[in-house]
């Protein structure tokens, strides 16, 4: 006699947790259905558009009848090539555009689908704690072990790797790291990626480096990508999206770049996984990567200002946040040791103001809360009055 229902979930599946913004959307429909106006702050989906040359792009190819079947999974030469372009242009780095890039639907996809590519069961992956939960949700449904490794304040958020014990990172197939960081928005040096290119390097483990923020900068400064340390190629990869850094969430358009054996291996999956992208999203990303540049530093300028903005709030309300240099996000700490979740609760019902509460990062988010910078000037300034007034 059969001891499971009829579509009882596989095991693996039952070790993954639920996605907080997929509960969170069922919470702040219920509030709007009952004539709420909630303050979105809590997820990092760009709302400003991408800029009109990319549109026309899309519109453009969309428009033409034979533009519409199957694409291969490496996307097309212009795209690979756009993305090498990019790389050379922002950290001066040279990539093979046949062995060093593989285009993704969206780095989501890639980052999760590698755990699959590359883990056995028992394997070991080392995640941040503090950081995306993707990173730890592919780990378990490969069958490895996620191991977290402390992001710190007092250590700027980066984490100690000669503290890892040696019997932890001898079993270790996979380091993630992420600069600029989700959620915190901490960014690491090229001097921190060259340590960990070497610890990586000794130890025979990849290096996963997790790039998305790496154009949203602020007050000049510029975030180094980990592929600039001489020979990081052998042993890592990077993770990058047009979802940030051109405004593009919807449109699915990523890429992995690196160590040609991990990719060659990720491309092996995807050729099961799925059917490839949609022809004209190749050629709006082919343009949003070789076309003019420029309308990013207004982009970004835009951002800083809401960073302003809610920094001074958040300060003038005692939360003391840092202040950050890159990235969609504002990490704060909650006073009087209330539960990140029980003030994130109270923000919704209360003031009608969603932010993201930092337990669901791992469990040093607790006592931290993350506001992302997605809403225009006017709603970032009403939701800073609606917590005051709390």
Known sequence: MKSQTIASPASPIDKLTPNFFATLNDKIFALESAGAEVIRLDIGSPDLP????????????????????????RGTAALREGWGEMYQSVHGVSLDPETEILPLLGSKEGVFHLSLALLNPGDIVLIPDPGYQTYAQ????????????PLLPQNNYLPDLES????????????????????????????????????????DILLCHDAPYAQITFDGYQAPS?????????????FNTLSKSHNMAGWR????????????????????????????????????????????????????????????????MGHAPRVPKAS?????????????EDFVLRLLEEAHLSLAPGTIFGPRGEGYVRLSLTQPIEKITEAMERMQAL
Do not use: M
């Not at 800029?51 to 694409?71: F, M």
């Open 253 to 316: 358009s990523g890429v992995v770049v690196g160590q040609p054996q991990a990719l060659c291996a990720l491309l092996k999956l995807k050729s099961h996984a799925d059917s490839g992208h949609f022809l004209p999203i190749l050629e709006a990303s082919t343009a949003a990567l070789t076309g003019d540049q420029s309308w990013l530093v207004e982009r970004n300028a835009i951002y800083q200002e809401r960073r302003d903005v809610v920094v001074t709030a958040l300060g003038e």
């Open 164 to 203: 890892i014990p040696e019997d932890v990172a001898q079993r270790a197939k996979l380091l993630w790291l992420n600069y600029p960081h989700n959620p915190t928005a901490a960014t690491a040096s090229l001097d921190f990626f060259a340590e960990a290119v070497d610890f990586c390097r000794r130890l």
């Open 226 to 238: 980990v592929l600039q340390v001489p020979g990081a190629g052998e042993v890592a990869i990077e």
């Open 138 to 149: 592919g780990a378990l449904l490969a069958g490895a072990e996620p191991v977290p490794l």
């Open 328 to 340: 969609l996000y504002v990490w704060f700490p909650v006073l009087n040791d209330l539960p990140s």
């Open 50 to 73: 991408p800029a009109p040359h990319i549109v026309k792009a899309l519109t453009r190819a969309a428009s033409q009848p034979g533009k519409h079947g199957y694409q291969s999974h």
